[in-house]
């Protein structure tokens, strides 16, 4: 799914501000657990937030499905323990103060049970008062039919990426598909890839927080309305 594109993943998100998200993230953990120290971040992509995380917590791990996408966040983060795995499977035999999950990365899981495995996991790494922050995708209220298309296009400075997206509700699955055009002082590269989202509704995370045994509150997340964030504390 990221495997043609994490490469320019950074520079196509540019405009996004991780920065001051990875600053809230980190006052809405200390809120509920001020001691906090030690934090996972599940699907942590290119590892942009856990670089910024790790100026608030002092012990970041990083655990994501592609391997491309990992080897841009080792580049990143020399030291810091990263790991291929699924959120569903994962096991690193530790646990932590806070577990996030961030930009939608449970939509990629294929069906409730998979939303409710892959919290159980989550949660399973969590300390006695750790936070669990899950960031959901789009609610099914919000999709607005007949989907639509949308381009995005960076420059730096020897690369410039465009990606186009057409993308289309079926049932509960959302399909996107992205064709990217990539331009570098060597030439042009091309390349297309299709992401298929899930539209869990509420519900559905809230019972994949219970089987977890974890009752969550629902914030303002990072990417507006459309998208909710769920938060909860294993009981001490
Ligand atoms: C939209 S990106 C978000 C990356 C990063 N958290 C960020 O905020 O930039 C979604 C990420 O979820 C990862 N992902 C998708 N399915 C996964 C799974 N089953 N287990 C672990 N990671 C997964 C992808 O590889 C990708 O890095």
């Known amino acids: 799914m990221f495997e043609r594109s994490a490469h320019i993943y950074d520079l196509l ?5 991780y920065e001051g998200e990875a600053r809230d993230l980190a006052a809405l953990i200390r809120d ?9 971040d599940v699907a942590c992509g290119t590892g942009v937030h856990l670089a910024h995380l790790r ?3 002092s012990d970041v791990t990083g655990v994501d499905l592609v391997e491309p996408m990992l080897e841009v966040a080792r580049a990143r983060l020399p030291g810091v ?15 932590f103060d806070a577990v996030t999950c961030l930009f939608s990365s449970v939509g990629y899981l294929p069906g409730a049970d998979d939303l409710a495995t892959a919290i159980e996991r989550m949660a399973s790494h969590l300390n006695p008062g750790g936070v669990l922050v899950v960031d959901g995708w789009i609610r099914p209220d919000r999709w607005r039919e007949p989907g639509g298309v949308h381009a995005l296009a960076e420059t730096a400075s020897e690369m410039a990426a465009a990606r186009v ?25 091309t390349a297309s890839e299709t992401h298929v989202l899930t539209l869990f509704t509420d519900e559905e995370y809230r019972t994949a927080f219970d089987r ?13 309305d ?3 964030r769920y938060v909860a504390v294993v009981p001490e």
Do not use: C, Q, W
Not at 32 to 40: K, M, Q, T
Not at 166 to 189: K, N, P, Q, V
Not at 212 to 224: S, T, Y
């Open 13 to 17: 998100y540019s405009f996004k501000d």
């Open 32 to 40: 509920r657990n001020p001691a906090a120290g030690s934090l996972l």
């Open 55 to 57: 100026e608030s917590f």
């Open 81 to 95: 323990p990263l790991t291929l795995g699924d959120m569903r499977t994962f096991e690193l035999g530790r646990r």
């Open 165 to 189: 997206v057409r993308s289309r509700r079926d049932g509960a699955m959302t399909i996107l598909e992205m064709r990217y055009l990539i331009a570098t002082l060597d030439g042009f590269e």
């Open 212 to 224: 977890a045994g974890l009752h969550p509150e629902v914030v303002p997340g990072p990417m507006g």
């Open 226 to 228: 459309d998208r909710d």
